[in-house]
């Protein structure tokens, strides 16, 4: 039996594909011209723009992908219960828990203002719609170098806990086996990708992570499939990045 963590994960992420798909699948696709971020080396800083004011929370909200802007998936906002539970993120190791807090699209330091979003892909018939990814789109705004540090305190963290951790959520838990580096990913000022596999029950299940710093915003993007094998969202990644400036 899965863990009450990872079923409640499958169980939300297929509700929200089912319920997305029924209003969504009938959307115009001819404008879609949406391709994958070209793969370079992930993490390659370039030169930081000039600190400039923190945005709020409505300003972010402005930012976020929009369905318009990604007819290939559907698009919905996060709600407060999401919210709260992923501000609940917890590690049984204190230096995994950036990390952590990234895979649940949690608030990495004290930024001043947060907006999130979820993409659902567009499966190429219903009965794919469990395979499904699913990809949670959180950003957060900093003032001073906050999103310089927790761009790094994730970068750290990933280092420090490639051998594995505890997550937890809610209430409930998920051993994470390994952190090995996901598919390059060129967007920001900076990016990172990596994958979190998780042993559940002798099944392999896996998150694919995206962490992306422009200026002093950090977009996160943790993807996930009811499949238990997301696919890293390349052209949700590039879409909202280029929203950023």
Known sequence: MRSTLV???????????????????????????????????????????????????????????????????????????????AASAGSDKPECLPLVKAQSTAPVGTPAGRAGTKAVALPKSAGDVLGATVTSIALASYEGKGADAAFASVKAAATACAGGYTGSQAGDSLKISKVVPGAPVTAGDEALAYTAVADVDGEKASTELVVVRKGNIIATFSAVSPSGSAEQPKAVVEIQAKKLG
């Open 7 to 85: 079923r409640r994960t499958v169980l939300t992420v297929s509700a929200v594909s089912l319920a997305l798909l029924t209003t969504a699948c009938g959307s115009d696709k001819a404008d879609d011209k949406v391709g994958g971020a070209t793969p370079t080396p992930s993490g390659a800083a370039t030169s930081a723009a000039p600190a400039a004011k923190a945005k709020t929370d409505a300003e972010l909200v402005a930012l976020l992908v929009t369905q318009a802007e990604l007819p290939t998936h559907a698009v919905r906002a996060a709600t407060p219960a999401e919210l709260a539970a």
